[in-house]
């Protein structure tokens, strides 16, 4: 089983910057691969990125990539996402997620591959 609690979500005006974290636990969490979701209203969830523990090997979605970077603590077993440059359309619900499915091989993007989900945290860009 892997825990994940997502933090570091609220108000930001457009142009701004937050930074949110995940903190993992559970026996098996080294084994996942931690990727970062978000959910706008009417929307689908929408994969952003997503890192690997043992070398820090980073994916983006092709739209995220330059305003968003992951990044993981192994001392702590928490994952970050720095987000820059933050639009009004950034605003939504972001989900902290943990993959023991997905291989080196696969695309990373996908929600139904991943196995344990945060709750959630609200970001929400101002104009």
């Known amino acids: 089983q892997v825990q994940l609690v997502e933090s570091g979500g609220g108000l930001v005006q457009a142009g701004g910057s937050l930074r949110l974290s995940c903190a993992a636990s559970g026996r098996s969490v080294r084994n996942s691969l931690m990727g970062w979701f978000r959910r706008s209203a009417g929307k689908e969830r929408e994969f952003i990125a997503a890192i690997t523990w043992y070398g820090g090997r980073e994916y983006y979605a092709d739209s995220k990539k330059g305003r968003f970077t992951i990044s993981r603590d192994n001392a702590d077993n928490t994952v970050y996402l720095q987000m820059n440059g933050l639009e009004v359309e950034d605003t939504a619900i972001y989900y902290c997620?943990?993959?023991?499915?997905?291989?080196?091989?696969?695309?990373?993007?996908?929600?139904?591959?991943?196995?344990?989900w945060g709750q959630g945290t609200q970001v929400t860009v101002s104009s």
């Open positions: 997620a943990a993959s023991q499915r997905i291989t080196h091989t696969q695309p990373k993007g996908v929600p139904n591959k991943y196995d344990y």
